[in-house]
């Protein structure tokens, strides 16, 4: 079994884990990164749909210490951000050379078991690290195929069927407008309430906010939005009482950035149903009492993060859910717990929240290690 001691161990290679890797490393704190995919950043190499681009503009996106080019697109596109973030991991290094926490590992290339010791853990799996698909009574049973929105690309072989999509979020709003453009008979489950604005709304409301207060913000937003969409509760898709912009910072729930399928939903190209209660062979029973037939279903119902199921003692940062047991506007701390215990990429703040925990952690890391080694001195 081979050991390897480093100043930080950071489980998870998705974005917060790089991100994180590369703020030490601008520290010169050795650090290694644990990642279970073949790959870094696999939610976009593997799991992101073709026509998938960053719903916020490229300056609410960018990672610490490396910004995106002047002539990058406002918007940058998924094969555009992946070669971004091949660019950025060039910032990241493993050093041996240089313990509390102990990580066992399992090396899938040469099988052999590792241990890591760091006096820091950084917890950087994320909360998407596990699609979920909600259990439904006859589901197991459903004569046609069903998904989880992350194995989706596109709707080319979906053409000529009858498919419906759980979830009016973003990914689901999205892969509806794509089937729809494929050719799929596509229909669409709105199960709570939710915000649809547009690319443009959000960039002015994240201008706005450095400004103005976000009850303000959100009034305006929200009007601009009737403006351009009517009402949208006729269709199917009710908005919730309180703004957007509120709920993103006291839930972490994002609002839909409508790419095109609001309109699909105007014309009747794209239905919309209230939740499912059951499933029987190919049969879907709705809320309202009503049962269509469908060929594939496609579950855009989000993820869920897996911490529990490797991380011991993690109490003392994380509930049962696997979340931070405080959120960022409950404590501007709530990235730190006990004995160099950290977490990164849980917020629910996107890119940005992500960047600014990752300086956080590293700048807290070199802090202690500087006041450690002053004291040695």
């Given at each position: 079994m081979e050991e390897v001691v480093v100043d930080v161990v950071i489980v998870g290679g998705g974005h917060a884990g790089i991100a994180t890797s590369a703020c030490l490393n601008h520290l010169k704190i050795s650090n290694v990164v644990l990642e279970r995919e073949d790959c870094y950043a696999s939610l976009w190499k593997k799991r992101a749909y073709d026509r998938l681009k960053l719903h916020l503009a490229k300056q609410y996106c960018q990672l610490p210490h490396m910004p995106f080019p002047q002539e990058a697109?406002?918007?940058?596109?998924?094969?555009?951000?992946i070669r971004y973030l091949d660019?950025?991991?060039?910032?990241?290094?493993?050093d041996p050379n240089v313990s509390k926490w102990s990580v066992v590992v399992r090396n899938t290339i040469s099988e052999a078991c590792e241990v890591y010791f760091a006096k820091f853990l950084v917890v950087a799996s994320g909360e998407n690290s596990q699609g979920y698909v909600p259990q439904i009574h006859g589901l197991d049973e459903f004569g046609g195929t069903f998904m989880h929105s992350s194995l989706y690309q596109n709707g080319k072989k979906f053409s000529g069927k009858d498919v419906l999509v759980v979830g009016v979020g973003n990914s689901g709003a999205e892969i509806a407008y794509d089937l729809s453009n494929w050719g799929a008979r596509t229909s669409i489950v709105a199960r709570s309430t939710v915000h649809i604005l547009t690319e443009e709304t959000v960039k002015l409301g994240m201008f706005l906010l450095k400004y103005l207060p976000t009850k303000l913000v959100d009034a305006i937003v929200v009007n601009l939005v009737k403006l351009k969409q009517g009402d949208m509760s006729k269709y199917g898709i009710k908005r919730p009482?309180?703004?957007?912009?509120f709920l993103k910072q006291m839930t972490?729930?994002?609002a839909t950035i409508d790419v095109g399928c609001?309109?699909?939903?105007?014309?009747g190209e794209i239905k919309v149903f209230p939740s499912i209660t059951s499933i029987e062979g190919n049969d879907i029973k709705f809320e309202n009492g009503q049962t269509q037939h469908f060929d594939d279903i496609i579950f855009a119902t989000g993820y869920r993060s897996n911490v529990k199921s490797w991380l011991k003692d993690y109490e003392g940062l994380f509930n049962d859910e696997g979340m931070p047991k405080q959120r960022f506007f409950e404590n501007k701390?709530?990235?730190?717990?006990?004995?160099?215990?950290?977490?990164?990429?849980?917020?629910?703040?996107g890119l940005f929240g992500i960047s600014e925990e990752a300086k956080n952690i590293a700048n807290h890391i070199s802090i202690i290690l500087n006041t450690s080694k002053l004291k040695s001195d």
């Open positions: 697109p406002t918007f940058i596109p998924k094969n555009e951000f660019e950025y991991v060039s910032l990241c290094f493993y009482n309180e703004g957007p912009f972490g729930r994002s609001m309109k699909k939903i105007r014309s701390y709530y990235w730190r717990g006990r004995n160099g215990l950290y977490c990164a990429g849980f917020s629910q703040r």
